[in-house]
Each structure stands twice: as C-alpha cells, then as structure tokens.
C-alpha cells in the first residue's frame, strides 16, 4: 500500500505565504515524479507544479516566481512553497506521485486526500 499524507493547508491574507508539504509512505521502489495540483469550484483540476527525479522542476504560469516545488528524497516528502499568495490561488490542492512498489510493476499514479488551501481577508 502506498499512501500519501498532505499537510499545511489553512487560512492565510493576501500576500502571505504557506508551505504544504506530501509524505509517502509505503513499499516504495522508486519515485519518478512529485507534483502538486489544484482544484477550485467549477473548475477543472490544473497542474501547479511538479519535479522529476533528475532534480528538474517546472511550474503553471500563473504561479511561477511565487511557488516553490521541492523534495526530500530521504524523507520521500515533496513540499510546495507558496509565496505572494492571492484570492485566485484558493483551491484544494493535492499532491501526486508517480511510483512503483515493486520493479517487476509499472509505474503507478497515487494521490493525496487533498489540503484545503484558503486565500481571503
């Protein structure tokens, strides 16, 4: 079983910052990508931002310059820092990685129960 445990969400002013963090746990061969999504109300769920196992990372436009992926390969923990937050960033976000319990399988997509991420005055 492969589960994934997102934290950090909350309530934050315009213009503060969050940081959300995702551990996986599990039997776990390998890790391919960590990335962070995002749903607001009536609308479609939007990739953020997400980093590959070569240490690459890339981003939505919206959010670049004010979000940050990282991860911490030892802890199998991806964080996402957020900076300049606005009104529009308000969404449930969800973190996503693609992995393989065992070599013989292929690679498989698990997500996170979702933070709630809240951005208003």
């Known amino acids: 079983q492969v589960q994934l445990v997102e934290s950090g969400g909350g309530l934050v002013q315009p213009g503060g910052s969050l940081t959300l963090s995702c551990a996986a746990s599990?039997?776990?061969?390998?890790?391919?990508?960590m990335a962070w999504y995002r749903q607001a109300p009536g609308k479609e769920r939007e990739l953020v931002a997400q980093?590959?196992?070569?240490?690459?990372?890339s981003y939505a436009d919206s959010v670049k310059g004010r979000f940050t992926i990282s991860r911490d390969n030892a802890k199998k923990t991806v964080y996402l820092q957020m900076n300049s937050l606005k009104p529009d960033d308000t969404a449930v976000y969800y973190c996503?990685?693609?992995?393989?319990?065992?070599?013989?399988?292929?690679?498989?997509?698990?997500w996170g129960q979702g933070t709630q991420v809240t951005v208003s005055s």
């Open positions: 599990g039997s776990i061969t390998s890790i391919s990508v």
């Open positions: 996503k990685v693609r992995c393989r319990k065992h070599w013989y399988e292929v690679d498989n997509d698990y």
């Open positions: 980093t590959f196992s070569t240490g690459t990372a």
